[in-house]
T-cell receptor, first 114, second 115 residues
């Protein structure tokens, strides 16, 4: 079974600075998908970024980018130019190549301070 | 609709009461998922529908949990004889594809509190 570990329960960052959230996972599969979701107090899970394991190039979405290290089974999220609206719970998630279930980590609370 | 709609937003149930949670997915989305999120935890998979067919219910924690999607659109998650450990946020998500690799669209969830 796949597992996802987020070792940072809470993180803080000053507005406009950069922060990196860590995620490691365990799988025996070669192809799969990785996701970062944001959950603000409204509770709605919002997709931030996704990565296909067979692609070596790290995914980027505006201020959000990932550092995907397949051999190390690591998938960290970097948020540049942090904004107050980035304050939320962030979840890392894994999906098998032909699967449908998302396996989530326990989450990291990110607080952006002004 | 424009997004995934869930109702009610909050539900308080007395222990032993039956509850029904509703999910209205994005129109035309083939796949529908239910997740349970305990306080301070990540969501955990409960069940998956492709149109009206329930293809995976391996995450349902007991036979008190039942989900249906009779016409392939709206889904209902029913919990019978609720217990305190059922207290959680129940999230619904939908996807236009049969596989979820592009990511889902989630609703805002129903927070169930069993007292």
């Amino acid at each position: 079974a796949q597992t996802v570990t987020q070792s940072q329960p809470e993180m803080s960052v000053q507005e406009a600075e950069t922060v990196t959230l860590s995620c490691t996972y365990d799988t025996s599969e070669n192809n799969y998908y990785l996701f970062w979701y944001k959950q603000p107090p409204s509770r709605q899970m919002i997709l931030v970024i996704r990565q296909e394991a067979y692609k070596q190039q790290n995914a980027t979405e505006n201020r959000f980018s990932v550092n995907f290290q397949k051999a190390a089974k690591s998938f960290s999220l970097k948020i540049s130019d942090s904004q107050l609206g980035d304050t939320a719970m962030y979840f890392c998630a894994f999906m098998r190549e032909y699967g449908n279930k998302l396996v989530f980590g326990a989450g990291t609370i990110l607080r952006v301070k002004s | 609709g424009a997004g995934v709609s869930q109702s009610p937003r909050y539900k308080v149930a007395k222990r032993g009461q039956d509850v029904a949670l509703r999910c209205d997915p994005i129109s035309g989305h083939v796949s529908l998922f239910w997740y349970q999120q305990a306080l301070g935890q990540g969501p955990e998979f409960l069940t998956y529908f492709q149109n009206e067919a329930q293809l995976d219910k391996s995450g349902l924690p007991s036979d008190r949990f039942f989900a249906e999607r009779p016409e392939g659109s709206v889904s209902t998650l029913k919990i019978q004889r609720t217990q305190q450990e059922d207290s959680a946020v129940y999230l619904c998500a939908s996807s236009p594809a049969m596989l979820g690799r592009t990511g889902y669209t989630f609703g805002s969830g129903t927070r169930l509190t069993v007292v």
